[in-house]
């Protein structure tokens, strides 16, 4: 019983959604390139990207070799048994991504902020 607690705990949505999820819909491919985008300095082990996005390890196995087949995640090294991956920068699709993204967070000041004007 009490890993099933865990478990559940783990796997909780996130109340305030970014604004990229709220634009394009919530799925756990998509809740991986928000985290992806969100954190695109930085590279992470599977697991951690698995954690930082809310979707289970054994989901991201599932399609996480279509990212890296198609250019959008590079492997950047390897520790221990893990591989690490980050976004890919050179790829047009995820520098396109990420302009997107910083246009919604832009756009979404600007119509806050006549809001309170």
């Known amino acids: 019983m009490?890993?099933?607690f865990r478990m559940d705990r783990r796997m909780e949505r996130k109340e305030n959604k970014s604004i990229f999820l709220e634009h394009f819909g919530d799925?756990?491919?998509l809740r991986v390139i928000d985290f992806?985008?969100?954190n695109h300095f930085f590279d992470f082990p599977?697991?951690?990207?698995a954690r930082g996005?809310?979707?289970s390890y054994n989901s991201l196995q599932k399609f996480?070799?279509?990212f890296v087949g198609s250019g959008f995640l590079i492997k950047t090294r390897r520790i221990g048994k893990s591989d690490y991956y980050k976004l890919n920068l050179e790829?047009?699709?995820?520098r396109n991504l990420l302009q997107l993204g910083w246009s919604l967070i832009k756009g979404s000041v600007l119509k806050?902020?006549?809001v309170v004007a």
């Open 112 to 114: 806050e902020d006549k």
């Open 2 to 4: 009490n890993n099933i």
């Open 91 to 94: 790829n047009p699709f995820a």
């Open 53 to 55: 996005s809310n979707v």
């Open 64 to 66: 996480i070799g279509n």
């Open 36 to 38: 992806l985008l969100e």
């Open 46 to 49: 599977l697991t951690e990207i």
């Open 27 to 29: 799925t756990p491919q």
